[in-house]
């Protein structure tokens, strides 16, 4: 097929993206599938789309632009402990300065959590993951695929700041202030936040797991 099946996965992604979060359909899809319904139908396509793109781009023409070395397997396994951990602390959690922003009503500046760290956990996330997986995929299909994650993930910041800040007007800068004063909060986790880490590792051998099975090549050197 040649590069036919990246190009249309690669269009695929983003117009899933796009195309469910823009008004008038997000609302008319969240009247009839629920905020819950809504969440979980574009979660599974998000995902789905994901693995086919990312499957495309390892059958896509192998166009080498640097050779593999043996060490390069060891950056994503390195890499995305944290990027699991990343995804577990921050997933449903408030964040009034990210897009989504569920239940940010419940947002305490005092105590901001991973959002007193990085203010777009999940972008963070992105960056490190497929920045990680460019080292050992230095062909032309999976530069561009990641590469152009990397890109999104690094510009995606500061247009989702953007953004908030002129629907929140004083109140981003408010909370900006409230939270860069928040203290680190040091000593043992709380029960809930135990459990989230405990889910991320759980999710990084889970993904070492699948990793064969979804994509065809083990992560482990």
């Known amino acids: 097929m040649g590069w036919s099946e990246f190009a249309v996965a690669y269009i695929a992604f983003f117009l899933s993206h796009s195309i469910p979060l823009r008004a008038p359909v ?4 969240q009247a009839r599938l629920g905020l819950r319904g809504f969440t979980a139908v574009y979660s599974a396509l998000s995902l789905g789309v994901l693995v086919w793109l ?7 023409p192998h166009v080498p632009l640097w050779g593999w070395a043996p060490w390069q397997a060891h950056v994503p396994l390195v890499v995305m402990l944290p990027v699991c951990l990343i995804l577990a ?5 408030p964040n009034p300065f990210s897009f989504g922003g569920a239940r940010t009503n419940r947002f305490d500046p005092a105590r901001p959590g991973i959002v007193g760290r990085m203010r777009h956990p999940l972008l963070v996330a ?14 032309l299909a999976h530069v561009i695929l990641f590469g152009t994650f990397a890109a999104f993930a690094g ?4 247009l989702i700041d ?10 981003w800068d408010r909370l ?4 860069s004063a928040a203290p680190v909060v040091a000593g043992s986790a709380s ?12 999710l990084y051998v889970g993904l070492i797991g699948v990793h064969p099975f979804l994509f065809g090549v083990s992560p482990l050197p």
Do not use: F, Q, Y
């Open 126 to 139: 992105l960056a490190l993951w497929s920045g990680a997986h460019v080292v050992p995929n230095g062909d």
């Open 191 to 202: 029960p809930a936040t135990t459990l989230r880490l405990a889910a991320g590792v759980g």
């Open 26 to 29: 997000r609302p008319w899809l």
């Open 155 to 158: 510009l995606g910041g500061r």
């Open 89 to 93: 602390i921050s997933i449903a959690r």
């Open 162 to 171: 953007r953004r908030k800040r002129r629907e929140m007007g004083a109140d």
């Open 54 to 60: 990312i499957g495309a781009a390892g059958r896509a």
């Open 176 to 179: 900006l202030k409230e939270v």
